[in-house]
């Protein structure tokens, strides 16, 4: 059985270097009728459980620390006990929304999630942030993307902790290889796949 993939959007303020951003963030609910995982707890939980449906929520997967995919983790942990993850590299970025709050666990490259029967695999991606990551799930050709990669390119860089040949060289590394109908499910925006964006990547 295939695993079930939800997505949810929800709307708020990006806040980096001083400055402030309207934003829409795509968060996905994987798993099955069961138990699930989200990717990305952004602006408000509400919709967000409403999207998880009194399903057992394992963990709440963090690609990066930037306050937009962040901001509703914290309450979303308290409404379903499950544990927030995040890549150690991001922490200077998750305390400057959590002083006082430290995340539950850790992601690593290579670690593997286990939700609904299906496994996870936890990709370092960093460039956009140091602690960056994508989510693999390969038994379906699906790859979260987070702020990585869009359609149509790598995500941004030019901000604090960002760098944009980083970033490059670890989707062409780690990304551009997997199969090109591979499905690209970003943090912001449409939906891509990997053999359109290999297409275009001589242009970055």
Request: charged share 25%.
């Amino acid at each position: 059985m295939s695993t079930r993939i939800d997505r949810v959007v929800t709307s708020g303020v990006f806040s980096l270097d001083g400055e402030d951003f309207e934003v829409e963030n795509n968060i996905w609910i994987v798993g099955d009728a069961d138990e699930v995982i989200v990717i990305d707890a952004a602006h408000d939980h509400k919709p967000i459980l409403e999207g998880i449906g009194g399903r057992r929520v394992k963990a709440i997967v963090c690609t990066h620390a930037h306050n937009d995919h962040i901001n509703a983790a914290a309450e979303l942990a308290e409404a379903t006990g499950a544990p927030i993850r995040l890549h150690p590299d991001d922490t200077m970025l998750w305390e400057a929304v959590y002083p006082d709050r430290r995340v539950d666990a850790t992601l690593s490259d290579a670690q593997t999630l286990n939700v609904g029967g299906s496994e996870l695999t936890i990709m370092h991606t960093p460039g956009h942030s140091p602690g960056g990551v994508c989510i693999s799930l390969s038994s379906q050709r699906v790859l979260f993307s987070g702020d990585t990669l869009f359609h149509g390119g790598p995500g941004a860089t030019g901000r604090s902790f960002s760098d944009r040949d980083q970033l490059v060289e670890v989707i062409r590394a780690k990304l551009l290889g997997l199969p090109g109908d591979t499905r690209v499910f970003t943090g912001h925006g449409d939906s891509t796949n990997i053999g359109d964006e290999a297409a275009a990547s001589a242009d970055w």
